[in-house]
């Protein structure tokens, strides 16, 4: 019998849902109430983590991800470290304070920004490359304050910290560490100190490749055993398979190929210039719906279209429930053991994945979040 090793998060998509994304009149707006609903489907659905985004349009993941701690009992929210842009004495004590305040409920995102352009705005002026140097930094960082009584005497090239820190995290050593990404930079990161990679989408034989590839990374610091992988995937599930891809066609009627137009990011079509630029892991999306032929089928229930009109995960599984976590089995086979997921509107969709596809991993779902070593 397969280890029970799996967890299954969700998206709380903070810049608003939709029924269609090339159409604004089918744009959901942020509101308390829209989120209550889905975290509400989430937190009784199974789930392990909810990923709270972090681009321009998003409400602040971490005040929501705080609120939502208090109002959930099972999920984990999965909240940013963006490089550059907190202090991480105060990243340190803030992840800290919500481990203990959670009952162990929090897992960190490592994210440089997909888009150099929206940092800048922000008032960030480093490169994607100086922000992924101060991310590993970061990282040392956090690590030393938790698990030192003394002053942890850092000296690196962007920070200097002398400090140490109360309280601990309840997690031991540490929370999980979660990253997405598909640039050099972000491999030998996550090689060096994630829990989980996630991977953006792919068809299983490549992400088996990438597994393969990213341990041995990983050997080189000591930690083969330590990586585990996931998949960041849009589900599209319908009783009957016909009506799951009717679904499919409907979310992006109006979207071209020819013209992103990204109904989640900041500028619409200028950004994916920007993303381009900037984005390994986006190129390679991209790169998958140029690839896909007409029907932007990558196979018989992987499907690349949300790319059309979406930055970041683009990659659907479409079918009916056995279809849908077959598919996922897929993955499983490939080297994952997470799925961080999405679909639109994301209450509803969340809700038919939790009755209808979860059944299928039975018996195999962790009793907890990924751990960190």
Same mark, same amino acid.
């Given at each position: 019998?397969?280890?029970?090793?799996?967890?299954?998060?969700?998206?709380?998509?903070?810049?608003?849902?939709?029924?269609?994304?090339?159409?604004?009149?089918?744009?959901?707006?942020?509101?308390?109430?829209?989120?209550?609903? @889905?975290?509400?489907?989430?937190?009784?659905?199974?789930?392990?983590?909810?990923?709270?985004?972090? *681009?321009?349009?998003?409400?602040?993941?971490?005040?929501?991800?705080?609120?939502?701690?208090?109002?959930?009992?099972?999920?984990?929210?999965?909240?940013?470290?963006?490089?550059?842009?907190? *202090?991480?004495?105060?990243?340190?004590?803030?992840?800290?304070?919500?481990?203990?305040?959670?009952?162990?409920?929090?897992?960190?995102?490592?994210?440089?920004? @997909?888009?150099?352009?929206?940092?800048?705005?922000?008032? @960030?002026?480093?490169?994607?490359?100086?922000?992924?140097?101060?991310?590993?930094?970061?990282?040392?960082?956090?690590?030393?304050?938790?698990?030192?009584?003394?002053?942890?005497? &850092?000296?690196?090239?962007?920070?200097?910290?002398?400090?140490?820190?109360?309280?601990?995290?309840?997690?031991?050593?540490?929370?999980?560490?979660?990253?997405?990404?598909?640039?050099?930079?972000?491999?030998?990161?996550?090689?060096?100190?994630?829990?989980?990679?996630? &991977?953006?989408?792919?068809?299983?034989?490549?992400?088996?490749?990438?597994?393969?590839?990213?341990?041995?990374?990983?050997?080189?610091?000591?930690?083969?055993?330590?990586?585990? &992988?996931?998949?960041?995937?849009?589900? @599209?599930?319908?009783?009957?398979?016909?009506?799951?891809?009717?679904?499919?066609?409907?979310?992006?009627?109006?979207?071209?190929?020819? *013209?992103?137009?990204?109904?989640?990011?900041?500028?619409?079509?200028?950004?994916?210039?920007?993303?381009?630029?900037?984005?390994?892991?986006?190129?390679?999306?991209?790169?998958?719906?140029?690839?896909?032929?007409?029907?932007?089928?990558?196979?018989?229930?992987?499907?690349?279209?949300?790319?059309?009109?979406?930055?970041?995960?683009?990659?659907?599984?479409?079918?009916?429930?056995?279809?849908?976590?077959?598919?996922?089995?897929? &993955?499983?086979?490939?080297?994952?053991?997470?799925?961080?997921?999405?679909?639109?509107?994301?209450?509803?969709?969340?809700?038919?994945?939790?009755?209808?596809?979860?059944?299928?991993?039975?018996?195999?779902?962790?009793?907890?979040?990924?751990?960190?070593?």
């Amino acid at each position: 019998m397969a280890r029970p090793d799996l967890t299954f998060g969700w998206f709380l998509p903070t810049s608003g849902d939709s029924t269609c994304l090339a159409d604004p009149k089918g744009h959901m707006p942020q509101s308390r109430a829209l989120f209550d609903e @889905i975290v509400d489907v989430v937190d009784d659905g199974g789930f392990s983590y909810m990923l709270m985004p972090v *681009n321009a349009n998003c409400w602040e993941a971490t005040v929501v991800g705080s609120y939502y701690l208090a109002k959930t009992r099972n999920v984990a929210p999965l909240v940013a470290l963006r490089a550059g842009y907190c *202090n991480p004495v105060l990243s340190a004590k803030m992840f800290a304070t919500m481990d203990q305040m959670s009952g162990g409920r929090i897992c960190v995102n490592l994210i440089a920004g @997909i888009n150099d352009d929206d940092t800048k705005a922000d008032g @960030i002026p480093d490169s994607k490359a100086v922000r992924y140097e101060k991310m590993d930094e970061e990282v040392q960082i956090m690590k030393g304050l938790w698990s030192s009584n003394e002053p942890i005497g &850092f000296e690196g090239k962007h920070y200097r910290i002398n400090a140490a820190i109360e309280p601990k995290p309840l997690q031991q050593p540490h929370p999980p560490f979660f990253l997405g990404g598909g640039s050099e930079h972000a491999l030998e990161i996550s090689a060096k100190h994630s829990t989980v990679h996630l &991977f953006w989408g792919d068809r299983p034989s490549g992400i088996a490749a990438k597994v393969k590839d990213l341990k041995a990374r990983a050997a080189v610091h000591g930690r083969e055993d330590a990586l585990g &992988f996931g998949m960041r995937l849009q589900i @599209i599930c319908a009783d009957t398979e016909a009506e799951a891809w009717a679904n499919a066609e409907r979310l992006v009627a109006g979207a071209s190929r020819e *013209n992103l137009k990204l109904a989640n990011m900041r500028g619409k079509a200028s950004a994916a210039d920007g993303i381009r630029r900037t984005s390994e892991a986006n190129r390679q999306v991209w790169k998958l719906l140029e690839e896909s032929g007409d029907d932007m089928r990558l196979g018989p229930h992987l499907w690349a279209g949300i790319s059309q009109v979406r930055a970041g995960a683009g990659i659907a599984v479409v079918g009916n429930p056995e279809q849908v976590a077959a598919t996922l089995e897929e &993955f499983v086979d490939a080297g994952c053991t997470s799925f961080c997921l999405s679909g639109y509107p994301h209450a509803q969709a969340a809700r038919i994945f939790a009755d209808k596809v979860m059944p299928y991993f039975q018996g195999r779902l962790a009793g907890a979040l990924p751990q960190a070593a």
